[in-house]
């Protein structure tokens, strides 16, 4: 059957509601068959109705009395006949319906029917979640922020009556299913056009492998953001051409070599992502020796840097063994980290930096604490495992913190919520600090320390006029946009920064020659970002901006052109 949880119902209440047809019709029988006296002692039978009427108010124990006449002493003892018949097959009938109503099949069905209709009903783009955990609900209302919907799915009804709670919830369908089952995948919309992207960022690697081979099968133009540190599964995950991979081990790595070569790309970075804003401190790593406790996949990632830069540098960690190379040249040490004769031995008092990189919260904040003592002026990087403990290492002084629930949280709302952004962060990360830092002085000039970010897409939609005016086949340039609309003989302090078009990324556009479907992201405050969305949506602001003089109605053009 196509309702579930109808068929659950029928299915177990089948025999309770047989046992009640059973009672009652043999009660029924013998209420007709068992002779009565009217009131004139003439001697008749209850019909089928009257018979009915009368084991229905007794079997529920509402009793309104003897009808229609007063009954003989063999009437009355198959009433009490009834009476047990009838009563017990209802409390059986009633135990059952109570058991169906708390059956975890039939909620579950219920669920899953409620949920599919709330999936089918949505019409605009959305996305599917997979798992509650902090990274997802962070990355849930930024996406719910920039306008797009999202779909919720947890194999823990705990975490969706936690979820429930949530101040967002009403407006994301959510449903309790293994999302490794393709079933499960199909009954969130997968198989809908407007389904863009699911995002898998569990912490068992080969669930997100999984996810990313049945999404290839399933429909292969949704997107998978999915979380990977091990290089089997990244490159398994990568080989379905319609991933996205997540590993926060390799993205800190490459902050940590731009903080090397181009520190201000961090402050623009930071801008970007609303952790900072361009009035924040250049993030100079000190040079000369690193010690780093903890050689997993996060100290693996950092090796290459490293080397790449020619720094001096000893990994210290208790579990695992280095490359054969790295103990012969004295680079690895086997033992406790946070151990002051092994920090000793390591070289701490003489070294710049310390990088506490265990998988354990607690030890590396003891590492950051012990290594303080033993060299004062030794730099700090920490990296935080959960966001359970971030308090605690915000009061621990660490110059450098490398959250790994924040990266994932910033890097997927970025990627599906606002990916002008990410396409701007992708073209200047390897940009040279001299670049860097004249952007952020230009932008701290003209805009001061917070400027705002906005994204305008050439077509009717967001920007009718200039879409107009382009189809026309007049030529226009970006630098339109940035008149004032108070004298459009000065800039409205706008800075373009990027332009998508098709496959190409114009980076900082300066006399660019607009195009249709352009995409455009600038840096702005409010001022300038109201004439810019003036400029293209209002064929009057639009004329201005571009000629200089007034554009006169349609109506006077035809009366004027008439005297001429």
């Excluded at 190379?325 to 004295?330: R, S």
């Excluded at 600090?433 to 701290?444: D, G, P, Q």
Aim: with cysteine.
């Amino acid at each position: 059957m196509s309702n579930n949880a109808l068929w659950i119902i029928l299915q177990r209440l089948r025999t309770p509601l047989l046992v009640i047809i059973v009672t009652y019709s043999i009660s029924i029988l013998g209420m007709v068959l068992i002779p009565g006296l009217d009131d004139k002692g003439a001697e008749y039978h209850l019909s089928f109705f009257d018979a009915f009427y009368f084991i229905s108010y007794t079997a529920s124990t509402i009793g309104f009395g003897e009808t229609p006449y007063e009954f003989t002493y063999e009437q009355r003892l198959w009433v009490l006949v009834c009476i047990y018949l009838t009563v017990v097959g209802w409390f059986y009938g009633l135990g059952a319906l109570v058991s169906v109503v708390s059956d975890k099949t039939l909620k579950f069905e219920i669920m899953r029917g409620r949920f599919r209709k709330q999936v089918q009903s949505i019409k605009g783009d959305f996305i599917i979640v997979l798992g509650y955990s902090y990274v997802n609900i962070e990355v849930i209302q930024k996406l719910l922020e920039s306008g797009i919907k999202v779909v919720l799915i947890d194999e823990n009804e705990d975490n969706i009556n936690h979820f429930m709670l949530e101040d967002f919830s009403r407006s994301v369908p959510v449903m309790v299913g293994n999302a490794l089952i393709t079933e499960t995948l199909e009954d969130a919309g997968i198989r809908k056009e407007n389904c863009k992207a699911i995002i898998s960022l569990f912490s068992k690697e080969e669930k997100n492998l999984r996810i990313s081979v049945l999404t290839k099968f399933l429909n292969s133009n949704v997107k998978v953001v999915a979380k990977s540190t091990l290089y089997e599964t990244t490159t398994s995950i990568l080989d379905t051409d319609i991933a996205k991979v997540q590993n926060p081990f390799d993205i800190f790595a490459k902050r940590l070599d731009i903080a090397l070569t181009s520190p201000h790309i961090l402050i623009l970075e930071n801008w970007i992502y609303e952790n900072a804003d361009l009035s924040d401190k250049a993030l100079f790593l000190p040079r000369g020796k690193y010690i780093i406790c903890g050689y997993g996949r996060f100290g693996q990632a950092l090796q290459s840097k490293f080397e790449k830069h020619g720094i001096d540098y000893v990994f210290i960690d208790e579990n695992r063994m280095a490359k054969r190379e790295m103990i012969e040249n004295e680079q690895f040490l086997r033992a406790n980290a946070d151990d002051k004769e092994i920090l000793c031995e390591a070289g701490i008092r003489e070294a710049s930096c310390i990088i506490a990189g265990t998988q354990n919260d607690i030890d590396n904040i003891s590492i950051m604490i012990t290594a303080k003592k033993l060299n004062p002026d030794i730099y700090l990087i920490a990296r935080e495992n959960t966001m359970k403990e971030v308090s605690i290492f915000q009061a621990a002084s660490i110059d450098w913190l490398f959250m790994i629930e924040r990266i994932l949280i910033n890097k997927t709302a970025m990627f599906l919520a606002n990916p002008l952004k990410h396409r701007f962060l992708k073209a200047i990360i390897y940009k040279d600090e001299i670049w860097a830092k004249s952007l952020v002085k230009m932008l701290h000039s003209q805009l001061g320390s917070k400027p705002i970010l906005m994204s305008l897409k050439i077509n009717e939609q967001e920007a009718f006029a200039l879409s107009r005016e382009l189809k026309s086949g007049t030529e226009v340039k970006i630098d339109v946009l940035l008149r004032s609309l108070h004298n459009r003989e000065i800039s409205n302090g706008a800075v373009p920064l990027l332009i998508h078009r098709n496959d190409e990324e114009i980076l900082l556009p300066a006399d660019t020659i607009l195009e249709s479907n352009d995409h455009i992201l600038f840096a702005c405050d409010e001022e300038s970002k109201e004439e810019i969305e003036l400029i293209a949506s209002n064929i009057y602001e639009l004329h201005y901006a571009q000629y200089g003089k007034e554009k006169q109605s349609w109506i006077l053009e035809k009366l004027f052109g008439r005297l001429l």
